[in-house]
Nanobody, 121 residues
């Protein structure tokens, strides 16, 4: 199996920055994509950003030019650099990965437990 652990969330004022990280562990065979989603109270979970093993990245319109996703393939870790944060960015941020393990070669979707990001006005 594959496990995902997020870190880096916290409290920041409007205009501030945070850097989230998500480390994948386990008997990983392939990790073709890693990304971030977020969910605010009373709202549906929404896509934030994703990056493939080829380093091609895609972003939601509401975070483009403010957030930057990157990955370290050697460490099976994905990062989300968040700049110019706004109160509407307040949410639990979840790491998502498409991965296969040595015990199960089929690609599957995995989720981390989430990390809280709070932006004060």
């Amino acid at each position: 199996q594959v496990q995902l652990v997020e870190s880096g969330g916290g409290l920041v004022q409007t205009g501030g920055s945070l850097r989230l990280s998500c480390a994948a562990s386990g008997s990983i065979f392939r990790l073709p994509a890693m990304g971030w989603y977020r969910q605010a109270p009373g709202k549906q979970r929404e896509f934030v950003a994703i990056i493939g093993s080829d380093s091609v990245a895609n972003y939601a319109d509401f975070v483009k030019d403010r957030f930057t996703i990157s990955r370290d393939n050697a460490k099976n870790t994905v990062y989300l650099q968040m700049d110019s944060l706004k109160p509407e960015d307040t949410a639990v941020y979840y790491c998502n990965a498409v991965a296969s393990s040595y015990s199960d070669m089929d690609d599957k979707s995995y989720w981390g437990q989430g990390t809280q990001v709070t932006v004060s006005s």
